[in-house]
C-alpha cells in the first residue's frame, strides 16, 4: 500500500492524490470538516511547487502551517447575503451610495400573488412615452416599490449582523437631499438629510470605547497610506503557481466586478433560489413525507423569506411538489430495482482535479444505486429558479448545459463510474418540469 501510495505521488503529485482522496472522505464529513480538507488540498497544490517529494516532508510541512477556519477568521470580506444568519463584532459598510433601484428591465410583468403566473406583460418604456399607456404606471410603481422593498431588506441584513460596532461609510454632499440610495436614508434619517462634508462624523451613538479592556490577539500595524478611491474584485484567469480553481457554476472568468455591485438590487431570484434549495434539501424521498408546513415555513424564514412571503413560497413549492414529473424525481420507486440499493446526497459537495485546474462546488441531489460493493448507476439533479420572463425553455436548457456537464464529470470521478451510467437532469421550479440535459462527457 504505502508503495502504491508513492508511486501514485510521483505521478499525479500531491494535490491531485489528495484531492481525490478528499473527495471521498467528502461523503462522510460534515460542513467544517469539508472546508478542513479543501485546505489541505491547497496546502498539497503549494507543496506541489516545492522540490522536497517525501511523503514525510509533506506532512512537516502542513503539521507547520497555521491556517483559521474559514468561518472563524478575524477578518472576513463578504457579500450582504453571504452574511445572513451570522453576526461579527465589527461591521464595515462601504459604497452606500447606490441606487436602490435597479436598471430598468425590458419588460415589466404584472402578478396577483407574488408566487402567481403574470397576468400582464408590456414593455418598459421612456418616460416621455409614459402618460400614453396608463396602465404602465400602475406596473411600473409595482416594480419599483418592490425593488425599494428587496433593497430595504438587504440593508435590514446589512445592519443587524453587528454586535458592537456598526461602521457606514458614505460619499461626501454638499446638497440637503434624500437620493434613494442606501447612503440617502442613512443620512436622512440618522442626520436629518444634513450636509456630508468630507470627514465628517454625521451620526454617532453608544460607547466607542467597548472594546476597552478585550484581550485580542495578533496586533495591528498602522500604516500610512494613500485613500482608497476605487476598489475591483478580478477573478484570475491564470495562477503562477498551482493548480487554477473554478466552479460549475462561474458565471464568466476573468470579470472585474466594482464593489458596488455587491448592492445591486435585483435579489429576488437570488433569494428565491436560496429558499428553494433549503426547501427540498429537506425531502430526501418524497414517500416518507415532507416537514409540515409551519416547518417549512420556519425553514424559508431562516433562508431569507420574510413572514409573509414564507407562506407563499412554501405554498408554491408543495404544489410543485404535486407535479408528476417532481413525484416521480424525489420518489424512491422511480429507482426501484430488487437487486440494488439507494442512497441519496444532498447538496453534495466534491473538489477534484481536472488537468490543471482545481474543480470546486455542490450538486443539489445525487441518488446512486448500487449493486453491492459496484455503482450501477448515478441520477444527478439541479434545481433552477429563473423567473419564468426571463428565458424560454429551450434557452435556459441550453444555458446551464456546460454546468451539468461538469456536474455530471465530477459524479464519474467520485463513485468511479463510467460517463454513461451518469444520468444530469434540471428541474425549472417555476414552471414545476424536468429536462434531461445528459450529454457525452469526455
Avoid at 105 to 118: D, F, R, S, Y
Avoid at 135 to 160: C, D, H, M, P
Avoid at 374 to 387: E, F, G, W
Wanted: proline residues 5%; hydrophobic residues 40%.
Amino acid at each position: 500500500m504505502a508503495r502504491l501510495v508513492r508511486e501514485r505521488i510521483q505521478l499525479q503529485g500531491y494535490a491531485a492524490t489528495i484531492s481525490e482522496w478528499a473527495s471521498w472522505l467528502a461523503l462522510h464529513c460534515d460542513a467544517r470538516e469539508i472546508r478542513r480538507l479543501r485546505q489541505l488540498v491547497e496546502l498539497a497544490n503549494s507543496h506541489d511547487n516545492s522540490p522536497a517529494i517525501r511523503p514525510s516532508e509533506f506532512v512537516a510541512f502542513a503539521s507547520m502551517q497555521r491556517l483559521e477556519d474559514p468561518v472563524t477568521a478575524s477578518v472576513r470580506v463578504m457579500t450582504i447575503h453571504k452574511a445572513k444568519g451570522l453576526q461579527f463584532d465589527i461591521v464595515i459598510l462601504p459604497e452606500l451610495d447606490v441606487n436602490m433601484v435597479g436598471h430598468a428591465p425590458a419588460v415589466l410583468t404584472h402578478c396577483e400573488n407574488v408566487t402567481g403566473l403574470p397576468t400582464r406583460v408590456i414593455p418598459y418604456i421612456s418616460k416621455e412615452l409614459q402618460p400614453l399607456v396608463p396602465e404602465f404606471a400602475e406596473i411600473a410603481q409595482k416594480w419599483r416599490f418592490g425593488q425599494v422593498r428587496e433593497s430595504i431588506n438587504l440593508l435590514y441584513v446589512a445592519l443587524t449582523r453587528a454586535v458592537h460596532a456598526l461602521v457606514m461609510v458614505i460619499a461626501p454632499s454638499d446638497k440637503n437631499d434624500c437620493p434613494l440610495s442606501f447612503a440617502g436614508i442613512l443620512r436622512h434619517s440618522l442626520a436629518d438629510g444634513g450636509v456630508a462634508a468630507p470627514s465628517k462624523v454625521l451620526f454617532e451613538c453608544g460607547n466607542a470605547n467597548w472594546h476597552s479592556g478585550r484581550v485580542v490577539s495578533g496586533e495591528v500595524a498602522r500604516v500610512d497610506s494613500e485613500p482608497i478611491t476605487s476598489v475591483l474584485l478580478k477573478a484570475p484567469t491564470t495562477r503562477k503557481r498551482g493548480l487554477q480553481r473554478t466552479s460549475p457554476s462561474s458565471a464568466a472568468d476573468g470579470a472585474t466586478v466594482r464593489i458596488s455591485e455587491i448592492f445591486k438590487r435585483d435579489t429576488q431570484s437570488l433569494r428565491l433560489g436560496s429558499i428553494f434549495h433549503a426547501l427540498f434539501e429537506q425531502i430526501r424521498w418524497i414517500e416518507d413525507g415532507i416537514p409540515t408546513e409551519d416547518a417549512l415555513c420556519e425553514i424559508a424564514r431562516e433562508a431569507g423569506a420574510s413572514a409573509m412571503d414564507a407562506v407563499e413560497i412554501v405554498r408554491e413549492f408543495v404544489s410543485t411538489l404535486d407535479r408528476p414529473e417532481v413525484r416521480a424525481m424525489l420518489s424512491r420507486s422511480s429507482y426501484s430495482d430488487p437487486e440494488c440499493s439507494l442512497e441519496v446526497h444532498c447538496e453534495l459537495p466534491f473538489a477534484l482535479r481536472d488537468e490543471t485546474r482545481l474543480v470546486t462546488g455542490a450538486m443539489d441531489r445525487v441518488v446512486v444505486r448500487r449493486c453491492g460493493n459496484a455503482v450501477r448507476n448515478v441520477d444527478v439533479l439541479d434545481y433552477k429558479t429563473d423567473a419564468r420572463s426571463e428565458y424560454t425553455r429551450p434557452e435556459r436548457v441550453e444555458l446551464y448545459k456546460r454546468q451539468l456537464e461538469m456536474y455530471r464529470w465530477a459524479a464519474t470521478r467520485l463513485f468511479s463510474v463510467d460517463a454513461s451510467q451518469v444520468r444530469a437532469r434540471l428541474l425549472f421550479v417555476r414552471d414545476g418540469c424536468v429536462v434531461d440535459v445528459t450529454m457525452d462527457v469526455a
